[in-house]
């Protein structure tokens, strides 16, 4: 998988597919040179932000798509996927309310993932 929009997409659908709230795409590729897309999900609490990375990260494995660093731990309550083109930030309620990342990029394109959304 070679399309950042697919990759994008994919990340969204299996967060909603393991249950991750209010999911964000992002469009930044226009205004950041280190990536094209934004992933934002909540979860309800440390151990599921740890376990939707490790979901994220087995799939994006089965598909081919290399993770090129991640950041943080489950007990910060954020954890940043970096993909190269499409960077996953899984937070906390608390802490995506704290660091307002929709805030920063708010004069970018966004789309609010329910099943079956397109980018």
């Known amino acids: 998988m070679t399309d950042s929009k697919e990759t994008a997409l ?10 991750a709230q209010d999911i964000v795409i992002i469009d930044i590729a226009e205004k950041a040179s280190f990536a094209d897309y934004f992933v934002l999900a909540s979860g309800n609490s440390e151990r599921q932000i740890g376990t939707l990375a490790e979901d994220i990260d087995d799939i994006f494995a089965k598909e081919g798509v290399p993770l090129k660093n991640i950041e943080g731990k489950k007990t910060s309550g954020w954890i940043l996927l970096d993909y190269g083109d499409v960077i996953i930030n899984i937070l906390t309620a608390e802490m995506r309310e704290r660091y307002n990342i929709e805030r920063v990029w708010a004069d970018c394109a966004f789309t609010h993932y329910e099943e079956g959304s397109k980018i």
Request: aromatic letters at 0%; glycine letters at 0%.
């Open 10 to 19: 994919l990340a969204a659908k299996t967060l909603d597919n393991k249950k």
